[in-house]
């Protein structure tokens, strides 16, 4: 191409020079020679880029900028941010789920829900860089895993709280209840009224005691309640009692017309323990079911007591805190596999909208 010289008239003058040309790389810098033929210039050729490439002698446009994030630290930036959303909510909902199932919120509920308020704190926390990305008060320029760290954080937390909950009046809550109360060893209802038991969570029977199934009763009451007395059989026989302070209880497993008793482990002849029933809201209806069964059995119980029977009462209580570990743990392994899900839809959404 040609160039203009620079001089009267339009006419070249006799000082040479060596006008800078760009190239679009460094490789294909030339030297111009002077009109004069003076040799080539050194020194005076630097390497340029072409503006526009497809137009004949354009050139001049200044280098491209320089990425903000080389491929390597971007790479980097992005496994920090992906573990970080990953491990972080998942561990917080861990300790959030035990904080809410453990002992703790049975002896000292005030200091558990302390420290569950600290947990919100945390989370508010969380969400500061993303409310001052979402109000324009930040100078980041990729919030999207700001965003999603504070949303997963804050499902954390209300899971963990929910769920928790549940685990822990579920299974945790009665485990703690009967590790509370006493234990009664050796007990005869032949000898020992229901009121020097009263304390008792877990009281294990003579072995001659069983159930007398013919005095069994229930009441209807949207559910079933069946209950029957505990006794004492010598020689074979089922002895009558002065008054029937201990009784077996279940729900829907007994005929409403019929002594059927077949709650817990009535046919099991090892069974002479009992678990002490716990939930206030049926223990009155079972209370009606005795008071049928001493109208028509024409028996006395002048302080019912009311236990699940089982062989072995310390082994039902611990399948309470077993439950309670298993739900944890599902939970724990549960929430890591959707978090791991959610974490990495997020990961290839921001990559394909261009947020690294």
């Avoid at 509920?109 to 926390?125: E, K, R």
């Avoid at 007990?187 to 005095?215: A, E, W």
């Avoid at 611990?318 to 990961?347: C, I, N, P, T």
Wanted: proline share 5%; with cysteine; hydrophobic share 40%.
């Amino acid at each position: 191409f040609w160039l203009k010289p620079f001089g009267s008239g339009g006419f070249a003058t006799k000082t040479s020079f060596s006008p800078v040309v760009n190239f679009p790389c460094p490789e294909q810098a030339v030297r111009l020679q002077s009109p004069h033929g003076g040799g080539m210039q050194q020194g005076n050729v630097q390497p340029g880029y072409l503006s526009r490439p497809q137009l004949y002698g354009g050139f001049g446009s200044p280098a491209p900028k320089k990425a903000l994030f080389h491929d390597e630290e971007r790479h980097r930036l992005n496994l920090a941010s992906y573990y970080q959303c990953l491990f972080v909510p998942w561990l917080f909902f861990c300790a959030t789920y035990a904080l809410t199932s453990c002992s703790l919120q049975y002896f000292k509920p005030a200091l558990a829900y302390l420290v569950l308020a600290l947990c919100a704190v945390v989370v508010l926390a969380s969400g500061w860089i993303p409310f001052k990305l979402l109000t324009g008060r930040s100078a980041l320029r990729e919030p999207s895993w700001h965003i999603f760290f504070f949303v997963t954080m804050a499902i954390a937390f209300l899971l963990g709280v929910v769920f928790g909950n549940l685990n822990y009046s579920e299974c945790m809550h009665e485990y703690f209840d009967y590790k509370n109360l006493d234990i009664f060893p050796e007990v005869s209802p032949l000898h020992t009224k229901g009121q020097q038991v009263m304390s008792g969570g877990r009281v294990h029977f003579d072995n001659n005691t069983v159930l007398d199934i013919t005095r069994s009763m229930s009441f209807k009451n949207l559910d079933t309640y069946c209950v029957a007395p505990i006794s004492v059989v010598e020689g074979g026989t089922t002895l009558p009692l002065k008054t029937y302070d201990f009784w077996a209880v279940g729900l829907g497993c007994c005929s409403e017309n019929a002594a059927d008793f077949h709650c817990g482990e009535y046919r099991n002849p090892h069974a002479h323990s009992g678990l002490r029933l716990l939930a206030d809201e049926q223990r009155d209806f079972f209370r009606l079911a005795v008071q049928q069964a001493e109208a028509a059995h024409g028996i006395k119980a002048e302080h019912p007591l009311f236990f699940y029977w089982v062989e072995d009462a310390n082994s039902e209580m611990e399948s309470f805190k077993r439950d309670g570990y298993k739900y944890y743990l599902m939970g724990v392994f549960a929430h890591f596999g959707w978090q791991l899900l959610a974490v990495s839809l997020a990961s290839a959404a921001f990559a394909k909208v261009g947020y690294e």
